[in-house]
C-alpha cells in the first residue's frame, strides 16, 4: 500500500536535490534509481510512495532526458479517462489492435501485462503523484483502418503545470528544444496554437494571444523561461515535482560506473564524479532507466541499418550506458524487433549560439496540404502523411540501405506562409537568412531548384507536374494522402477537399533536407511482467530492473499510436516501484569493500 501523498499539497518549498560533484548522504538505501527521464522518475516516485528509501543519480545536470523534449503523449489504452470522456475502448479491441499492429510473438507477455496494468498504473500515479493526465479526445490510432483502433482517448498528455511550483529546482528541469518555444522561451499548448496564429484577425484568438503574452513577461521577471508547462516538458515536471515531495535524493552529473554483483543478484551500483568513486548499496534492487543508445556511435552501428546514420532526435543523455553496465552483470538484449529504434524525419541546422540542431518533423508540416517529400531521384517514395516512423521506414526502403542519400521536402511560398517548414514558422516574413545559410533552398521554379538540390530537372518537373494535376481535385492516386483519419487529423481541417493535399504552384519555390532521424531506441534489456532483468536463459537477475528505452520495447520496434513509448516506460517503471516494495530485502548489503565489482 502506498504511503498518504496529499496530492493538494503544492511543492512550494524546495528539498533536497543533491548538486554535482557531492556524494549521497546515505552508502545504503532501498532502491538506486539511475536515470532521471519518465521511465526512472516514475520508479523512483512509486517506490517511494510504497515507503521505500530511493536514490536518484541522473548523469547530467539536468532531470527530464528525452522526455522533456517529447510531445508527452501517452499512449494506454482502456484507460479510466476514456471512460470518463465517453471514448469507446474495449480489453478486447486494445488486444486486438495490438495483434495486428505489433504482429510479432516476441514479448507478447509483457503487452499482456502492459493492457492489464497500464490503467492501473495511471490511476495510482494520480492518486500518490503529481502526475495528472488528460485524453486527447481526437488524436487517432496511427493505423486506424485495423482492427480494435480508436479514434482518440487512448492518448493522455499531461496537464498543464506551474514550473514556478518547483522553487528554485527549476532551473535543474531540462529546458524544451527551442525550435517548440516562441518568445525565447514561451512554450505553447496545442489548444493555443489556432489562437497564435489568428492574432489580429480574431477578436477572441487576440485577446487570448495578448493574455497568454502578458502572463509570460510577468514570468520572464523571475524566471528565465516561461514556467507555464505543457507537453513533456510538463509530464516531466510534475515527476520531478513528485520526487520532492518525497524528499528524495537525487545526485546530479554522476555516473554510474558498474552494478554490483553478489551471489548472482545486484547488491548496489558503483558511482563516479568529480569527486571519486564510491559504491552505494541498494537493498532491494537498482532500477537502468538511462534512456536507451540513441547517442552511442558503436550501438547504433551494430543495431541501425546503415541508412539510418547518426542523426538523433533524443536527449543527449541516453548513451547506453545503462545496457553496457546490465549487459556485464549477465542480462541479455532483445533483438527480435520490427525496428531497432523509433523513427522521425528530421531537418538539421546552426542555432544563432552555434549549436547544431535537429528539428523532427512529427506532426507540424509532412501531412499539411501543398508539400511534397522527393528522393535523390526527384521521386516521391511515401505518403507524406503516414505517421513520422513510417515516413523513415519509407526512407530507408527508398534508400536500399545507402548511406547518405538525399531527401528533400518540396513546397511552393503560400504553404511555407501557412504552415511552416520545420523550424521555419508560418508567417515568416524574411526567409533570406535560411536560405544564406544554406538551410532552405530557393529557386523561381521547379527546374532551378531541381539544379539546386542536384536533381535530374526533368524529373523533379514530371513529379511536382503528376503530383499537381491530382492535386488539384485534392486526389492523390499515387500514394492515396489524406485517406484515413490519421492523416486528415494531421491535414488542415479548413482545406477543402482533401486536409492533405494542395498544388505546389506559387513560386519561390523552397526545398529543405531531410535525413532519417531516431525518437528513441526500441532494441534493449530483455525483462518480465515485473521489469526484472533477464539473462540469456531467460532467468531473472535478482535486485536489476529496467524500464523506459533502457527496456526492450514492448511494441517490438512497431509504432501502432502517439505515446507507445512513454505509456510503457510509466506502466513499466509503477511495476518496478510496486515490485521493488513486495519483495523482500533479503539482498542485504555485504560488509564496506566486500562488494565484487563487474567489468
Ligand atoms: C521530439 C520528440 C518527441 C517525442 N514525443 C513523444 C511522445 O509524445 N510520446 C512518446 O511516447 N514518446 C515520445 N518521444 C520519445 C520519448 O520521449 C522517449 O522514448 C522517452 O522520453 C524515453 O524515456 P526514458 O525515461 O527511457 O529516457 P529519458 O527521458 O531520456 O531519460 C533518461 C535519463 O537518464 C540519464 N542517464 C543516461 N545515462 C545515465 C547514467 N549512466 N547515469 C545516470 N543517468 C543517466 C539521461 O541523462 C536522462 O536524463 C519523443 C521523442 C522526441 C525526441
Avoid at 50 to 60: A, F, M, P, Q, W
Avoid at 307 to 324: C, E, I
Avoid at 369 to 378: D, E, T
Amino acid at each position: 500500500m502506498a504511503k498518504t501523498f496529499d496530492v493538494s499539497c503544492i511543492v512550494t518549498r524546495v528539498v533536497s536535490d543533491v548538486a554535482s560533484g557531492m556524494m549521497p548522504a546515505s552508502d545504503a538505501y532501498d532502491v538506486v534509481v539511475i536515470g532521471a527521464g519518465a521511465g526512472g522518475m516514475t520508479a523512483a516516485a512509486v517506490a517511494a510512495a510504497e515507503g521505500l528509501s530511493v536514490l536518484v543519480i541522473e548523469k547530467t545536470e539536468f532531470i527530464g532526458g528525452t522526455t522533456s523534449w517529447s510531445g508527452g503523449m501517452v499512449w494506454i489504452p482502456v484507460n479510466a479517462k476514456m471512460k470518463q470522456a465517453s471514448l469507446p475502448d474495449s480489453p478486447s479491441d486494445a488486444a486486438n489492435y495490438l495483434a495486428s499492429t505489433v504482429p510479432e510473438t516476441e514479448n507478447a507477455d509483457l503487452r499482456d501485462c502492459f493492457l492489464s496494468r497500464g490503467p492501473e498504473a495511471v490511476e495510482y500515479l494520480e492518486a500518490n503523484t503529481e502526475v495528472r493526465l488528460q485524453p486527447v479526445k481526437a488524436y487517432p490510432d496511427y493505423y486506424p483502418e485495423r482492427p480494435g483502433a480508436t479514434a482518440g482517448g487512448r492518448v493522455l498528455e499531461p496537464v498543464t503545470f506551474d514550473g514556478a511550483r518547483l522553487g528554485t529546482s527549476f532551473k535543474r528541469l531540462r529546458p524544451p528544444l527551442p525550435e517548440f518555444t516562441v518568445l525565447g522561451g514561451m512554450m505553447v499548448n496545442r489548444l493555443d496554437i489556432p489562437h497564435l496564429r489568428k492574432f489580429g484577425r480574431s477578436f477572441r484568438s487576440t485577446l487570448r494571444a495578448m493574455r497568454l503574452v502578458s502572463q509570460y513577461g510577468l514570468q520572464r521577471l523571475r524566471a528565465p523561461r516561461g514556467t507555464t508547462l505543457h507537453l513533456g516538458n510538463a509530464l516531466a515536471a510534475r515527476l520531478y515535482a513528485s520526487l520532492l515531495a518525497r524528499n528524495i535524493e537525487i545526485l546530479f552529473g554522476t555516473s554510474v560506473e558498474h552494478l554490483l554483483v553478489e551471489e548472482d543478484a545486484v547488491r548496489g551500483v558503483g558511482i563516479a564524479d568529480s569527486s571519486g568513486s564510491k559504491p552505494i548499496v541498494a537493498r532491494k534492487g537498482v532500477v537502468l532507466a538511462t534512456g536507451g543508445f540513441s547517442h552511442d556511435q558503436n550501438l547504433r552501428e551494430r543495431y541501425f541499418p546503415s541508412a539510418a546514420g547518426s542523426v538523433s532526435a533524443a536527449s543527449p543523455g541516453g548513451s547506453g550506458d545503462g545496457l553496457r553496465i546490465a549487459i556485464a552483470a549477465g542480462a541479455s538484449v532483445g533483438t527480435a524487433v520490427a525496428s531497432p529504434a523509433y523513427w522521425v524525419p528530421a531537418s538539421r541546422f546552426q542555432r544563432a549560439d552555434g549549436s547544431q540542431g535537429v528539428f523532427p518533423h512529427t506532426v507540424t508540416d509532412r501531412a499539411k496540404p501543398g508539400v511534397i517529400a522527393v528522393n535523390s531521384s526527384g521521386k516521391r517514395f511515401v505518403n507524406e502523411a503516414v505517421s513520422y516512423h513510417e515516413f523513415v521506414l519509407a526512407m530507408l526502403r527508398d534508400g536500399n540501405d545507402t548511406t547518405n542519400r538525399s531527401f528533400y521536402l518540396v513546397c511552393d511560398r503560400h504553404f511555407l506562409w501557412t504552415y511552416g517548414l520545420g523550424r521555419i514558422r508560418p508567417f515568416t516574413l524574411r526567409l533570406g537568412r535560411y536560405v544564406r545559410r544554406g538551410e532552405l533552398i530557393e529557386a523561381p521554379s521547379i527546374e532551378a531548384l531541381a539544379d539546386l538540390i542536384g536533381v535530374e530537372k526533368s524529373s523533379l518537373s514530371t513529379t511536382v507536374d503528376k503530383y499537381n494535376a491530382h492535386a488539384r481535385m485534392g486526389l492523390d492516386p499515387e500514394f492515396g494522402r489524406g485517406t484515413t483519419i490519421y492523416q486528415r487529423h494531421l491535414g488542415d481541417a479548413g482545406h477543402w477537399p482533401n486536409p492533405c493535399v494542395a498544388p505546389i504552384e506559387q513560386p519561390p519555390f523552397y526545398a529543405l533536407g531531410i535525413y532519417p532521424a531516431d525518437l528513441g531506441t526500441a532494441i534493449g534489456l530483455r525483462t518480465d511482467c515485473h521489469a526484472r532483468v533477464l539473462r540469456k536463459n531467460g532467468t531473472a537477475i535478482a535486485g536489476l530492473y529496467a524500464c523506459g528505452n533502457d527496456m526492450g520495447s514492448i511494441m517490438n520496434g512497431n509504432y501502432p499510436g502517439p505515446g507507445i513509448t512513454l505509456g510503457p516506460a510509466l506502466t513499466f517503471g509503477y511495476i518496478a516501484g510496486r515490485h521493488l516494495a513486495e519483495i523482500s530485502s533479503d539482498a542485504r548489503p555485504r560488509e564496506k569493500g566486500q562488494e565484487r565489482r563487474q567489468a
